[in-house]
């Protein structure tokens, strides 16, 4: 069974749950101040994104 670990932070009003995320989409996300679209962090052919369905 695999075991995962939540970080979090909390107080009387708030929840923060941290998230963590592959080398390649935290540092693009850090540097933009954003989660860019996937075709900016994962370039794909035209035919994957119709399959897809965001051409």
Not at 35 to 55: A, C, H, N, Q, T
Request: net charge positive; glycine share 4%.
């Amino acid at each position: 069974m695999k075991q995962y670990e939540i970080r979090a932070d909390y107080d009387r009003d708030t929840i923060v749950v941290y998230q963590v995320y592959r080398e390649e989409i935290g540092k693009p996300a850090v540097k933009n101040k954003k989660f860019l679209p996937i075709e900016k962090v994962y370039p794909v052919s035209d035919e994957i994104m119709k399959r897809l369905g965001m051409d």
